[in-house]
């Protein structure tokens, strides 16, 4: 049935509704333009109804923060802060830590990304030329060096028959072996140098120090015979900060890690709706700040179980959430104490602590063994410095500089000396002195290198033979990223790193990468450099890292 609403208003047009029957507005039989008009807005009421709950249910799955002023809840947030100061302890019987094999994305010990991704195939390995060991009673000679497949190639003698012999074998190396030996050697140095981002380039003396000297008269050479142990007693030690509470003024030093994490993750977490693209942006900021893929999907698993659990609401909840779950993802059982404090009394036949200090080029072992030093003098120790980086000159200077500007006793080779030499010497000199701690400064080697890495695990096996190693620091760039990994990984295996120091970190926003070494490695993050400053060395501290990266 067809009703017409011919007349509602005069000059309307008549408007014509299909019904089951019924009339709808007039008692005539027709609809005026008034009723029509309240059937639309009722439909559209309807639709709205209909759509709004919709949503509804649409946000029931989404967590909903509102959005507030954050507040400025404490005066020191901002900055890195660290209440203690470095803690130090004797190395007891602590073995390096078991690698967490089945986390590693890679397990042969070799980097896994870019150019680095395998050593070539056709690499030479480098053979070693020993220059003679000082002897020892007890050193086993017929085991230094033998158990160095390289090392028994070059036909050296055994080390007590060379103490007098001169540096380089009598025997000649044959032709083809000696030249692959000596432009290997070079090259690689070369190479080395040349190929790490932030090397020798960036510098090589300690700021603050107006000039290296030639040769400061407390080095001594370690590789020569009668050579007298210098002193720095008539040195004048400059004042160094105390480790406990200096590092108040190192806050903000964190600001390029801070702006990734504080502003970017915490403004997307606590900005309102987190949909599945404010979970992948927060996933990517993280990859970004370079935490590694497993770290920053374990993270952000984490996040979402608890923020619906917990019914996070507002930024400040999301603020201390993410603190939390940082926090937990970067703790490890194992302590953070610098093991550099002598076993016993050294002036009641203790002996002292023997610390490594490990890495590529140019990361910053140097500086952070000049540093080291003036946190054990600070706290009372006596130190001694091996500078068994015989391949760079400057180094050598540069630590005799850190020593005498800490009265520390420095031992040095020549220029292209055996630095498994050199670490001997320094660690005996260190322990016939009776000093507390001796940290041996080695060189600069890239991970991908066979050769300087054999080298490397000679130092320790050599110095093993006169002391226990306590502590292996293996310095690391944080500004290089995942190719910091890389690199901890393959010295992990030659040498059992026991502890990171993680220098640069005042010059990156890519923080991140402390979170992927020790759960990758399992080995902790004992220090971190947070500038060029003598004193600017702290101690990793989790809670106040990550209060810094949060800002
Ligand atoms: N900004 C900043 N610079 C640092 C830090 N640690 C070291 N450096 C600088 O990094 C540069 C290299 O430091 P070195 O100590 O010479 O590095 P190295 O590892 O001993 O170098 P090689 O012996 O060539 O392998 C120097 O300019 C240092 O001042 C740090 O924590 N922050």
Redesign the pocket.
Known sequence: MVVQARHGFPGEPAVRVASGGALLGCDDGRVSTTNVILIIVAALVVLAVLVGTGILLARRRRVSLAQQEREDTSAGQGGYRAGSGISLSSGGTTTAPEHPVEERTETQGQPGVGDDAAVPRDSQRRGMVDVPLPSSSEVDDTTVGTDDDTATTTGEPPAAESATAPAVPEQPLPAESESVAETGTSSQREED?ES?A???A??????ETPESPERPEDVVEGTEAGAEPGTAADTEVEPIEPSTGRLERLRGRLSRSRSMFGQSVLGLLGAGDLDEDSWEEIEDTLLMADLGATTASEIIERLRTEVAARGVRTPEQARALLREVLVDALATTQSRAVQALPHGDPADGGKPAVALVV?????????????LARVLVADGRTVLLGAA?T??AA?VE?LGTWGERVGAEVVRGDEGADPASVAFESVQRGADSGVDAILV?T???LHTKTGLMDELGKVKRVVGKRAQVDEVLL?L?ATTGQNGLAQARVFADVVDVTGIVL?????TAKGGIVFQVQRELGVPVKL?????GAD??APFEPEAFVDALLG
């Open positions: 140098s790490t932030s090397g020798g960036t510098g090589t003396v300690p700021p890495g590529v080029n140019g990361t910053g072992k140097t500086t952070t063994t000049g540093k980086d391949f760079r180094a540069q400064d060189a600069g080697r310095v760039d220098t640069k970190l005042d010059g971190v450099g947070l500038g060029e600017d060395l």
